[in-house]
């Protein structure tokens, strides 16, 4: 399931609480490169996933920028994204 940012915050927020200290946080989830929106015809796959998520599901998937921004708004610090052979990236993160 694809999380919009209130419902991923609240995820997070219980990690959070139920973690110890020196806890580090995986997510496997699809990065959505960051791209000029502006060209059509360089809209990729994933964002067009995205689009998908928001319209059908009501959540999204997110840019590296965005997964910082949200993980720091709940308590963790992104520490690395490493791409995988599928489209699945792993996150790494660790409590501040």
């Known amino acids: 399931m694809i ?3 209130v419902d991923a915050g609240r995820i997070l927020d219980t990690i959070r609480q139920a973690a110890e200290p020196s806890s580090h946080l995986l997510i496997l989830e699809q990065v959505v490169p960051e791209e ?4 059509p015809a360089r809209i990729s796959p994933p964002r067009i996933i995205d689009i998908n998520m928001m319209v059908m ?3 999204k998937e997110r840019t590296a920028p965005e997964w910082t921004g ?4 709940h ?5 690395a994204i490493t791409a995988t052979p599928s489209p699945i990236s792993i996150i790494q993160a ?3």
Not at 36 to 39: K, P, V
Not at 70 to 73: G, I
Not at 75 to 79: H, V
């Open 36 to 39: 000029d929106l502006s060209i």
């Open 75 to 79: 308590g963790f610090t992104l520490e």
């Open 70 to 73: 949200l993980l720091n708004a």
């Open 94 to 96: 660790r409590l501040r």
């Open 57 to 59: 599901c009501g959540g």
């Open 3 to 5: 999380w919009n940012d």
